[in-house]
Nanobody
Framework: QVQLVESGGGLVQAGGSLRLSCAAS????????IGWFRQAPGQERDFVAA????????YYADSVKGRFTISRDNAKNTVYLQMNSLKPEDTAVYYC?????????????????WGQGTQVTVSS
């Protein structure tokens, strides 16, 4: 089992940057692929990015490709989401989640453990 805590959210102007962190507790962190999802008000929760347990493979939604970068440091039990060139439509609560499925699943139902989320607000 793994517990996840997100941090790094906040208010930023369009074009700005933020780096989200997802800190995990538990000694089995490295056996999970980690994903980031986001949910805007009145919207469904959507896949943003994922990183394999080895950190060698990354996966992105088309809407963030080229602007967001996901990475992980297994020694620190932490996954990062670097968000650049932010747009107002990136405004959402961002969640990290852990899955034992391989291949950067985009299906939130395949993620077993979730953090509580961190708010990102991008002003125009």
């Amino acid at each position: 089992q793994v517990q996840l805590v997100e941090s790094g959210g906040g208010l930023v102007q369009a074009g700005g940057s933020l780096r989200l962190s997802c800190a995990a507790s538990g000694r089995t962190f490295s056996v999970y692929d980690i994903g980031w999802f986001r949910q805007a008000p009145g919207q469904e929760r959507d896949f943003v990015a994922a990183v394999s347990r080895s950190a060698l493979r990354t996966y992105y939604a088309d809407s963030v490709k080229g602007r967001f970068t996901i990475s992980r440091d297994n020694a620190k039990n932490t996954v990062y989401l670097q968000m650049n060139s932010l747009k107002p439509e990136d405004t959402a609560v961002y969640y990290c989640a852990a899955t034992q499925y391989f291949g950067g699943s985009r299906n939130q139902d395949e993620y077993n453990f979730w953090g509580q989320g961190t708010q990102v607000t991008v002003s125009s």
